[in-house]
Every structure is written in C-alpha cells, then in structure tokens.
C-alpha cells in the first residue's frame, strides 16, 4: 500500500497510474494537505478509511477505477468544498 509519515509537510501531492492500492490512512495527519489527485491511468478500485484525516484537502478527483469509496475516507476533513467523481 501507499503511506505517508505523520506531519509530512506537502500541500498537494499526486498519485502516479503505477499505484495500485492506497492504505488506510495513507494521508492521515498530513496537515498541510489541500490537493489530492491521481493520474488518468491509476487502477486503484477502493478508497480505504481515513484517507485524508485530519487534513487541510479542499479539493479531491475520486478515480473511474474506483468502485468502493469507504464512508469514513473523509473524516475530520473541515475544508473540503470539492469532491469529483470522475464516472
């Protein structure tokens, strides 16, 4: 899976089409995160509880790939004000 650390200090950050699988909590506690995107060709099916919590994302592509979009993904986000679906 994908992982970042803790604090890990990057405002927006984009996924490459060789990811494959994003772990639970991958974004989590990146506080300074306000941008996540992903590459046209990205294959990732699910997006995993707490994706980005705690975070500053205000904006957010969800991939057609994706197929299962865990309820919690988003959790304690405050600033989001766009969320994409990319059918």
């Known amino acids: 899976g994908f992982q970042f650390e803790i604090n890990w200090k990057k405002e927006e950050i984009s996924l490459p089409g060789s990811v494959s ?8 506690h990146c506080h300074d995160l306000r ?12 997006i995993e509880p707490l994706l980005v919590e705690e975070t500053k994302i205000t904006e957010i ?27």
């Open 35 to 46: 941008k996540l995107s992903f590459a046209v060709n990205i294959k990732i099916e699910a």
């Open 61 to 87: 592509s969800i991939p057609q790939s994706v197929t299962n979009l865990c309820d919690s993904a988003f959790y304690r986000c405050k600033n989001q004000r766009h969320i994409r679906w990319n059918i």
């Open 21 to 28: 699988k994003i772990g639970t909590g991958a974004f989590s």
